[in-house]
């Protein structure tokens, strides 16, 4: 079974420039979650999709970070503009609808120069 | 959400078991406790949930009295691969909320 993919692995911009960064979770996976790891920082969540509606945007920092799952399968989370402070690693998990564990994805490094 | 405390880091060499204890002072009757393992470069991995007592599986043992207040992680016998940052979840990992990672405890397995 193929395990959650995110692309790309790495991303270097400069501030002020725009992002998208991709996420493909298992597939029937209905529940699709992003966190990142800023430098220093714990994993902190910042949404949950269930299938294609936004269950919990809790976590998003602000009206710069926008996330998208059509359709209820790969999900996008652009950034734009991006600012310094939004480098870090950025991950992607998924899981069933009914009770189980949670699958993360090997992340995303993006670097904002 | 119950905070968790745990080592910033330990030690250990190759063929020892290793026990990393987590505090979880505030849980909840509802709450489990989960262990996520993490390489570098890689995303983190679940490795073992329990409510009481005693769990095991292929990879780890997970311990916890009876007050619930503290769990320990045990991996028998640590390989070079197993350095890794062991994080102590408190919740349930339904898979249908988010999850709350404290800092982790990273081990580091010489040889």
């Known amino acids: 079974e193929a395990g959650v993919t995110q692309f790309p692995s790495h991303s270097v911009i400069e501030k002020g420039q725009t992002v998208t960064l991709r996420c493909d979770p298992i597939s029937g996976h209905d529940n699709l979650y992003w966190y990142r790891r800023v430098m220093g920082k714990e994993i902190k969540f910042l949404l949950h999709?269930?299938?294609?509606?936004?269950?919990?945007e809790s976590g998003m920092p602000n009206n710069r970070f926008l996330a998208e799952r059509t359709g209820g399968t790969y999900s996008t989370l652009k950034v734009q503009p991006a600012e310094l402070e939004d480098s870090g690693v950025y991950f992607c998990?998924?899981?069933?609808?009914?009770?189980?564990?949670?699958?993360f994805g090997p992340g995303t490094r993006l670097t904002v120069l | 959400l119950a905070k968790t405390t745990q080592p910033i880091s330990m030690d250990s060499y190759e063929g020892q078991e290793v026990n990393i204890t987590c505090s979880h002072n505030n849980i909840a009757t509802n709450d489990y406790i989960t262990w996520y393992q993490q390489f570098p470069s890689q995303g983190p991995r679940f490795i073992i949930q329990g409510y009481k007592t005693k769990v095991t599986n292929e990879v780890a043992s997970l311990f916890i009295p009876a007050d619930r207040k503290s769990s320990t992680l045990s991996l028998p016998r640590v390989s070079l691969s197993d350095t890794a940052v062991y994080y102590c979840?408190?919740?349930?990992?339904?898979?249908?909320?988010?999850?709350?990672f404290g800092s982790g405890t990273r081990l580091q397995v010489q040889p």
């Open positions: 999709f269930v299938k294609e509606s936004k269950q919990d």
């Open positions: 998990a998924s899981s069933p609808s009914f009770g189980t564990r949670t699958f």
């Open positions: 979840l408190v919740g349930v990992d339904t898979g249908r909320r988010a999850l709350t």
